[in-house]
């Protein structure tokens, strides 16, 4: 009878790398797991849970078996015309094969046909028109130590590991020496038990045990002692001072934040940075949440500033109050717990008033020149070696902008346009922006608002990079917003203009994100802009010859983003394409209000058979040369076709007129009484008439009925849907 326990498996290194500390637990217990399931160690409904600490990669896998079961395997080995000669006998080419197969495989084809009742044997089974001689055998199922090695070297091998370091390890044996190791981190310990019982493994150059160590100050026994395998994470934390598993220890630094912040009151709260709690729950093996503070006098400076340098550089949480302003509060996760924390609150508050200070130097510094005086100064930064410098690139967006606010038509609006796309550049000069990349814009509003720029342009220059990852918010102001379209306009037809394409995952000028920023503007501003005019505009703003003819495929790059992203918004596939190639729609602001139509239309019982005539239609039509849609009513003979044109008269005004209203929704439903007519035609009249007058006349009311049906959507793209 296979034993059945659980396993646990531990290394313990030297510090991890933080940001990837999470991913490398989940990929060594993941990996380990189904290297055990592979060898059949483990049942497919057995559970393992990963652990990831500073200094250790751990995982406990349910339910693994001592030894494997047995395997039963068939081999083919060649056709029966091949193995035997005319009299029957193994033909050499079969003793040959059976000799590599094994001994027990050579033994069999001696007795051959006699003694093939066993486990292993030799067979004869048809395959499609032939028949083929088989080797059955049984494989001795893997014991716990080989299939633990096995997987264990795997899973270290797979890890996703930012960056190899190689050091030396001094070999175990009586001649002294060397080895080298490649890991991540030079490593110390290997945990493995079965149970209660060591199994006997190596990797890294290490053996392995039963004890780890603990935290390098707290732990109250060293080494650590795992008596069993399920006792691992309690053990660990009782005897070592150390949360190992990295949910675990996220949870409990949440917690005490929010501790923290009850207890301050007054509606305080801690940056809700993801990315940050992450890294901290990286850097600490048992949190310990202090409130710490700095001088009010800072909070004179922006408060991007300086919540960017405590969580940048020092991995602290600012502390904002009720209404989401800076306090001179922060809180430290530490990775100890005196009784004294005195000495750590205090080695703290010294370590962020520098940084502080730099940043107040930097600000006050940065608006001792206006950003009008560093304009010239954007000529000497290169922005890309085929674009030119950054001046080349703002007069580009300056051109832009300037064209999309003509196109708005607001001279008041031009104006503001003009000023900030002049500006919007210049604080990539400032000392601020040179020490933190990341508030590039930020500061540029600041500053602008210091040289009395007013707000309009201020916070078009703050917000012209927004959208700036998916679900940020989009320009709150229309200056905003056309500086933001120009400058992604100006980024999308640049790089596609010089064959910067984004390939497969690989997108290093973020222009994926760059167009789904033009997408979600033109649609959810409901701005009304051609997106063919908008790429005519920014092919204009380059000096003719710079760029190759790419604007069809930067129009249909656009175009997938914007499928995509309205399926994002709960769409079907057929919903979306129905509505974004309806016929003569020069913008998308009115796409949210055909979607809606065309997701009203669906749902109407007679929308199956009018999508599948419309599309009938369209592929008639598309055999003929451009259709007159006028209809001459002396033409119509057949009593079908006389109804049809009845319905349209008495329908398509009323449609008409709805589609004016741009009250899509209605407009489509009144269309849906064409139902009958439409399939009755199809049924009685032929199309394709003898007489050619009759003919015409005939795909003059089809031509005509295609135009109705398909102002809101085109509808033919519906036809199989749901």
Request: with cysteine; charged share 25%; proline share 6%.
């Amino acid at each position: 009878m296979i034993s059945r326990e659980n396993l646990l498996v531990e290394l313990l290194v030297e510090e991890l790398p933080p940001k990837a500390l999470e991913n490398l637990g989940n990929a060594f217990g993941r990996t380990l797991a189904q290297e055990l399931h592979s060898q059949g160690l483990v049942a497919d409904a057995s559970a393992h849970t990963t652990f990831a600490s500073p200094r250790r990669l751990a995982v406990h896998v349910r339910d693994v078996a001592t030894v494997a079961p047995d395997v039963p395997e068939s081999k083919k080995l060649m056709p029966v015309k091949v193995a035997f000669d005319t009299q029957g006998k193994p033909s050499v080419a079969l003793t040959k094969k059976a000799q590599a197969m094994g001994p027990r495989c050579a033994d069999l084809l001696q007795t051959w046909p006699d003694g093939q009742d066993g486990a292993d044997r030799l067979f004869v089974q048809r395959d499609g028109k032939d028949e083929f001689l088989y080797y059955a055998s049984v494989l001795p199922g893997a014991d716990i130590r080989a299939g633990l090695q096995r997987a264990l070297q795997t899973a270290i091998e797979r890890l996703p590991i930012p960056k190899v370091m190689t050091y030396q390890l001094q070999d175990n044996c009586a001649l002294p020496g060397w080895s080298s190791v490649s890991f991540v981190r030079p490593a110390h310990g290997v945990v493995a038990l079965h149970g209660a019982t060591v199994v006997p493994v190596q990797a890294l150059g290490l053996q392995s045990g039963n004890t780890t160590i603990g935290h390098r100050f707290e732990a109250a026994r060293h080494p650590v002692v795992i008596a069993h395998a399920d006792a691992y994470a309690e053990t660990l934390e009782r005897d070592g001072a150390v949360i190992a598993g990295f949910a675990a220890r996220r949870a409990e630094i949440v917690r005490q934040l929010g501790a923290a912040c009850e207890r301050l009151g007054g509606g305080v709260h801690a940056v809700d940075d993801p990315a940050l709690l992450d890294e901290v729950t990286a850097l600490v093996e048992r949190p310990n949440v202090l409130v710490c503070s700095f001088d009010e006098q800072f909070l004179e400076v922006p408060q991007e500033c300086l919540i960017l340098t405590m969580k940048a550089n020092q991995k602290y949480f600012p502390l904002l109050d009720a209404s989401h302003r800076l306090t001179n509060r922060f809180l430290v996760v530490s990775n100890i717990s005196p009784s004294d924390t005195s000495a750590v609150v205090g080695g703290n508050e010294r370590v962020v008033r520098p940084r502080l200070a730099d940043a107040r130097f930097f600000f006050d510094q940065d608006r001792k020149r206006s950003l009008m005086s560093r304009v010239e100064g954007l000529s000497r930064v290169v922005y890309h070696n085929k674009l030119g410098s950054q001046g080349e690139r703002m007069q580009r967006v300056r051109s832009i902008a300037d064209a999309l606010a003509g196109e708005l038509g607001d001279r008041d609006l031009l104006a503001d346009v003009d000023m900030a796309a002049q500006l919007a550049k210049t604080d990539l000069l400032t000392d601020m922006v040179g020490e933190f990349p990341e508030l590039q814009g930020i500061m540029g509003g600041y500053y602008a608002r210091h040289d009395g720029m007013g707000d309009a342009v201020a916070m078009a220059i703050e917000d012209h990079y927004k959208p700036r990852f998916a679900g940020d918010a989009l320009p709150r102001t229309t200056v905003g917003l056309v500086l933001a379209l120009a400058d992604k306009l100006e980024t999308l037809v640049g790089m596609f203009g010089i064959g910067n394409l984004p390939t497969g995952d690989k997108d290093p000028f973020a222009l994926r994100r760059h167009a789904l920023g033009v997408v979600r503007m033109l649609v959810e501003r409901a701005l009304p802009l051609a997106p063919v005019r908008l790429v005519e505009m920014g092919f204009a703003a380059f000096p003719p010859g710079l760029l190759k003819d790419v604007a069809e495929p930067l129009g249909q790059f656009l175009v997938e983003r914007l499928k995509g992203y309205l399926r994002d918004g709960g769409h079907t596939g057929a919903e979306v394409d129905a509505a974004i190639h309806a016929q003569g729609m020069a913008h998308w602001a009115e796409l949210p209000l055909r979607l809606s139509a065309v997701r009203a239309f669906a749902a109407l019982p007679e929308a199956p058979a009018l999508a599948a005539a419309n599309k009938r239609i369209g592929n008639i039509l598309k055999k003929v040369s451009p259709v007159d849609p006028h209809v001459s009513e002396v033409l119509l003979r057949e009593p079908a076709e006389q109804a049809l044109h009845a319905a349209m008269l008495q329908c398509a005004p009323q449609a008409e007129a709805q589609f004016a209203d741009k009250d899509y929704t209605a407009s489509l439903q009144t269309l849906a009484a064409l139902r009958a007519p439409v399939d009755a035609f199809f049924e009685q009249v032929m199309v394709n008439a003898p007489e050619m007058d009759l003919r015409l006349n005939r795909l003059g009311l089809l031509q005509a009925l295609h135009n109705a049906m398909n102002r809101v959507a085109d509808l033919s793209r519906l036809d199989g849907q749901g």
